[in-house]
């Protein structure tokens, strides 16, 4: 039986689209099935979908204006844009706000550059070699302050204090295989660190401290054609790395998270591999790096990945988008690192991408929310307040 789906345009009402089979036409619909006789449990209502700008890269979840509700920020390559949506607290959002950047933002984060109080964006645009630096206001105006030339092609962004001063610094990688590091000076301007060799194509990373030692580090996923490893760069708390470590395993990723999938205190890697339809989890030792384990079997295009716990047993979950199948997978978690099969899949739009997970409607669920990359849209999909069995 076909769905009705509700799309919130510009003027904030809501239209009903009956999708039929037609050529030419988008078939949007969102009836779970595991690929088995039975059907996988109804955790999710139907998406709510949002226009966005072209090509839509990146997407983040802030509170931006305080009101202790997640807001939502999305980067458009194809439109030279950012898209704020405002939230309403019950799992909507306004009509999105947009802000111009440099050309092809890819990605972006979000911190308090300038220490006051209040979150700011650091916007990284492929076409100009640069990161924009965009303040918030108190008035919930953005302003941009400045456009820092940071080298060909920059790809991914990541925000942490790396040198342990209390101010938030940048780590970007460029496609040409390379790390450059940005200290900040606490006024919402960087001076730059140490650049450092990334071979292999560097496609996404994730900050934090995997060796317990009080500073942060910088795990780096690899994309390039025959590439199988990760490298692992440990800070020395001063802003400076030490020569990266490289863990073998994986293969082509294009994104890599953390979380402590398999319970013991310490958070794991976690990567997808688009081009070979697995994901990798890396199981975290402490001080004597990571172990990977056997690849875990996803469905066609595995992209983004958000962990949580989606079937209500305590033990981690995994979330994943496939941009190939246009469906997510839930990867039911055993608490060891593995995970069960056969995944309960859900229909999304086509060639779903970027995906992320968080409480929109504040009843303790986590929520996802994805990007449609060809198609403009964001869909938010609620996690229905039922029982998984």
Sequence with gaps: MLRILTIHTASLKKYLFHFKVFLGFTIVIFSPSC???????????????????????????????MDGF??????????????YFEAIG????????????????????????????????????YGDGNISIILGQKDGVFKQKANIKVGRLPI??????????????????LRFDKLVIFLGMGDGSFKMGEVYKASGTP???????????????????FNAVQVNFLRVFYGNGDGTFKNPIKILGGKQSSFITQHDINNDGKNDLLTSSSMHDVIKIFLNNGKSGFTPTEDTAA???????VPGDFNGDNIPDLAVANRRDASISILQGRGDGTFIFPHFNYPV?????????????????????????????????LRKNSSPN
């Design 35 to 65: 690929g088995q006789s039975e059907p996988a449990p109804d955790l999710f209502s139907l998406p709510t979908v949002y226009k966005v700008g072209k090509k839509p890269d990146e997407i983040k979840a802030r509170d931006m204006n």
């Design 299 to 305: 469905e066609k295009g595995p992209e983004y990945i």
């Design 156 to 173: 991914a962004i990541s925000v942490g204090d790396f040198n342990n001063d209390e101010k938030l610094d940048l780590a970007i990688t």
């Design 203 to 221: 496609a996404h990373m994730t900050v934090g401290d995997f060796d317990n030692d009080k500073n942060l580090d910088i795990a780096v996923a």
């Design 90 to 125: 019950d799992g909507t959002f306004k009509t999105a706000f947009t802000m111009n950047t440099g050309r092809e933002p890819l990605a972006f984060e979000v911190g308090d550059f300038n220490g006051d109080k209040i979150l700011d964006i650091a916007v990284s645009n």
């Design 349 to 381: 739009g086509a060639n779903a991408r970027a995906m992320i997970g968080e409480d929109f409607n504040d009843d303790g669920l986590t929520d996802l929310a994805l990007l449609i990359y060809d198609r403009q849209m964001m869909e938010v999909i």
């Design 70 to 83: 997640p807001d939502i920020l999305v980067s458009n390559a194809g439109s030279d844009t950012l898209s």
